[in-house]
Nanobody
Framework: QVQLVESGGGLVQPGGSLRLSCAASESISSISYMGWYRQAPGKQRELVATITTGGNIYYGESVKGRFAISRGNAKNLLALQMNSLKPEDTAVYYC???????????WGQGTQVTVSS
C-alpha cells in the first residue's frame, strides 16, 4: 500500500526557515495535483499550497510571498520551502496527492512545525 511520509518539520524561531519534503513509498500514477495542508490545534485543516500536473501553483493567502511549493521526482514527490516563519504558522503539515484515475486522495501522517522564540 502506498504511503506518504513528510519530513523536515521541527522547532524554528520566528523569521526562520524550514524545508518540508514528502516522499512516497512507491510511485503513484495519474497524479492530477499535489499539495500541502496544515492543521493547528482547534482549527480546521487549511490549504497551504497546491501544484497541478501542468505546473499551476496556488497559495493560501496567509503564506503568499513566504512559502514556495515545488515538485520533486517520482518518489520524492513534493517540497515546501517556508521562509519568514511566524508563530501562526505553527501546525501539523500534511502532504496530499490527488490521483486522477481512479480518483483517490493520498495523505501523509503529518510533520510538526513549531515557530517559537
Amino acid at each position: 500500500q502506498v504511503q506518504l511520509v513528510e519530513s523536515g518539520g521541527g522547532l524554528v524561531q520566528p523569521g526562520g526557515s524550514l524545508r518540508l519534503s514528502c516522499a512516497a513509498s512507491e510511485s503513484i500514477s495519474s497524479i492530477s495535483y499535489m499539495g500541502w495542508y496544515r492543521q493547528a490545534p482547534g482549527k480546521q485543516r487549511e490549504l497551504v499550497a497546491t501544484i497541478t500536473t501542468g505546473g499551476n501553483i496556488y497559495y493560501g493567502e496567509s503564506v503568499k510571498g513566504r512559502f514556495a511549493i515545488s515538485r520533486g521526482n517520482a518518489k520524492n514527490l513534493l517540497a515546501l520551502q517556508m521562509n519568514s516563519l511566524k508563530p501562526e504558522d505553527t501546525a501539523v503539515y500534511y502532504c496530499k496527492v490527488q490521483r486522477l484515475r481512479p480518483p483517490y486522495e493520498y495523505w501523509g501522517q503529518g510533520t510538526q512545525v513549531t515557530v517559537s522564540s
